[in-house]
């Protein structure tokens, strides 16, 4: 039996020819066993008659906010509450738009805030529009808030170009709903992650730190969350807003995040470090501001606790994955931490290129193990993220499965 077989899914279907692939999809759908409702733009009407969708979906078709006779039926609120799973396809630049800045003008924008099932959305459009940076800054936001898009390919468009914007097929996008319904990759499993920077307090003013955004850990985060697990983010400061469903702890220095992974570890299956941890700390930390009467100074530095390796070297640690940010020979320094700090996995950004890790939206990752290196390749933090939890994923429940046997 399918994975969506007795789910309700709301189909949406916004302005743009692909809209007549969504016939398919609405069918593909309920051959697969699941409950459709068709919602359609007034856009998507022009493309598609909301007569030819209900005779796909075998339902009403919704297709207006303000229709008193369509709220007395299933309102917007109910409809909200009935999605298992909201799917946009094709989801038009206007629409991704809408979505990104909360916009609740038409029937799908508004079901969308106000549904708190997971959201997909495969967009199509002309490419031009598709790699315009209001677009994807619009669809890294919301790839930031845990939508799945699922990117356009490359191909022949309507408008004679060629580019990628053309919407993926509906078997594949059936494909994905049904997979995404399986049991998560990480369901079940406890995640605790550090991100950020620690800062080491010289005086009440002044402190050591490091140019770390809390990006890459925060997304690693959310990546987790959303394949399934309980995650908990212990993130030192950062600008960043707290990820949703994510249990987050905040503290200053090494000594604080240290004791704050120690109190959560023994319910911790994996432990991803990602925080830029200062590897020293003020001798002393004055109590009131150090005057600057003297030509120089001299601050004596003793080193702070390496939070990864002591968790590794617990009587049963949980699976732990560390990362590097190295500036030269970046595998084999990888290596080393690997092996001396004893990871599991050790994931490497180098500090070189145009994608420097530190503070930037993008990166470039290779995983390196005892044995093997794997190129990520670069990416946004958000995308890498995915795919490196897929990864930890595997290699997780490969140890454990071993362990047991
Ligand atoms: O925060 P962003 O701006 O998004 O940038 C992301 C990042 C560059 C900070 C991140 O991707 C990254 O590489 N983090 C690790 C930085 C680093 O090189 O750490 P390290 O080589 O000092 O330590 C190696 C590993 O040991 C890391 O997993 C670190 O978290 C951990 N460690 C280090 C020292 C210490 N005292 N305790 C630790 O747990």
């Not at 039926?73 to 109910?78: L, S, T, V």
């Not at 106000?114 to 459009?125: D, K, L, N, Q, R």
């Not at 800054?137 to 390919?153: A, H, K, M, Q, Y």
């Not at 990416?379 to 290699?395: F, G, P, W």
């Given at each position: 039996?399918?994975a969506i077989?007795?789910?309700?899914?709301?189909?949406?279907?916004?302005?743009?020819?692909?809209?007549?692939?969504?016939?398919?999809?609405?069918?593909?759908?309920?051959?697969?066993?699941?409950?459709?409702?068709?919602?359609?733009?007034?856009?998507?009407?022009?493309?598609?008659?909301?007569?030819?969708?209900?005779?796909?979906?075998?339902?009403?078709?919704?297709?207006?906010?303000?229709?008193?006779?369509?709220?007395?039926?299933?309102?917007?609120?109910?409809?909200?509450?009935?999605?298992?799973?909201?799917?946009?396809?094709?989801?038009?630049?206007?629409?991704?738009?809408?979505?990104?800045?909360?916009?609740?003008?038409?029937?799908?924008?508004?079901?969308?805030?106000?549904?708190?099932?997971?959201?997909?959305?495969?967009?199509?459009?002309?490419?031009?529009?598709?790699?315009?940076?209001?677009?994807?800054?619009?669809?890294?936001?919301?790839?930031?808030?845990?939508?799945?898009?699922?990117?356009?390919?490359?191909?022949?468009?309507?408008?004679?170009?060629?580019?990628?914007?053309?919407?993926?097929?509906?078997?594949?996008?059936v494909q994905y709903l049904a997979q995404s319904r399986s049991p998560g990759s990480?369901?079940?499993?406890?995640?605790?992650?550090?991100?950020?920077?620690?800062?080491?307090?010289?005086?009440?003013?002044?402190?050591?730190?490091?140019?770390?955004?809390?990006?890459?850990?925060?997304?690693?985060?959310?990546?987790?969350?959303?394949?399934?697990?309980?995650?908990?983010?212990?993130?030192?400061?950062?600008?960043?807003?707290?990820?949703?469903?994510?249990?987050?702890?905040?503290?200053?220095?090494?000594?604080?995040?240290?004791?704050?992974?120690?109190?959560?570890?023994?319910?911790?299956?994996?432990?991803?470090?990602?925080?830029?941890?200062?590897?020293?700390?003020?001798?002393?930390?004055?109590?009131?501001?150090?005057?600057?009467?003297?030509?120089?100074?001299?601050?004596?530095?003793?080193?702070?606790?390496?939070?990864?390796?002591?968790?590794?070297?617990?009587?049963?640690?949980?699976?732990?994955?560390?990362?590097?940010?190295?500036?030269?020979?970046?595998?084999?320094?990888?290596?080393?931490?690997?092996?001396?700090?004893?990871?599991?996995?050790?994931?490497?950004?180098?500090?070189?290129?145009?994608?420097?890790?530190?503070?930037?939206?993008?990166?470039?990752?290779?995983?390196?193990?005892?044995?093997?290196?794997?190129?990520?390749?670069?990416?946004?933090?958000?995308?890498?993220?995915?795919?490196?939890?897929?990864?930890?994923?595997?290699?997780?429940?490969?140890?454990?499965?071993?362990?047991?046997?």
């Open positions: 039996m399918s077989a007795g789910t309700h899914i709301v189909v949406g279907i916004t302005g743009g020819i692909a809209a007549y692939k969504s016939v398919d999809l609405t069918r593909r759908l309920r051959d697969q066993g699941a409950d459709v409702r068709v919602v359609v733009t007034p856009a998507g009407k022009a493309f598609i008659t909301p007569l030819t969708l209900q005779a796909t979906s075998g339902n009403p078709v919704h297709d207006s906010l303000l229709d008193t006779s369509a709220e007395a039926g299933m309102g917007h609120i109910e409809l909200a509450r009935w999605a298992d799973q909201i799917v946009v396809a094709p989801a038009s630049a206007d629409f991704i738009a809408r979505l990104a800045t909360g916009l609740a003008d038409t029937l799908l924008s508004t079901l969308c805030l106000a549904s708190e099932a997971p959201i997909t959305i495969a967009p199509a459009m002309n490419h031009v529009m598709w790699e315009k940076t209001a677009t994807q800054r619009n669809v890294e936001s919301l790839r930031t808030w845990g939508v799945t898009v699922l990117d356009p390919r490359i191909g022949p468009q309507a408008c004679g170009e060629v580019g990628p914007g053309r919407m993926q097929e509906p078997e594949e996008i990480l369901d079940g499993v406890q995640v605790m992650v550090t991100a950020g920077p620690t800062w080491e307090a010289l005086d009440p003013v002044r402190a050591l730190t490091n140019h770390s955004s809390g990006k890459m850990g925060y997304a690693v985060a959310t990546a987790a969350r959303i394949a399934g697990a309980s995650v908990t983010l212990i993130s030192g400061p950062t600008a960043l807003a707290p990820p949703a469903g994510i249990q987050v702890k905040s503290v200053v220095s090494a000594q604080e995040m240290l004791a704050a992974v120690e109190s959560n570890i023994d319910s911790t299956d994996i432990l991803i470090c990602a925080a830029a941890v200062a590897d020293y700390r003020p001798a002393d930390s004055m109590p009131q501001k150090m005057k600057k009467d003297a030509p120089e100074m001299t601050i004596k530095l003793v080193r702070n606790p390496d939070i990864l390796a002591s968790m590794a070297a617990r009587p049963s640690p949980p699976f732990i994955v560390g990362f590097a940010a190295e500036t030269e020979r970046t595998i084999d320094n990888a290596r080393g931490k690997l092996e001396r700090k004893k990871a599991d996995l050790m994931v490497a950004n180098p500090i070189e290129g145009k994608d420097k890790p530190f503070g930037s939206d993008r990166n470039a990752l290779v995983l390196v193990d005892r044995n093997t290196e794997l190129d990520l390749g670069q990416d946004t933090k958000v995308k890498l993220a995915v795919n490196l939890i897929d990864e930890i994923a595997k290699r997780f429940h490969a140890k454990d499965s071993a362990k047991s046997t």
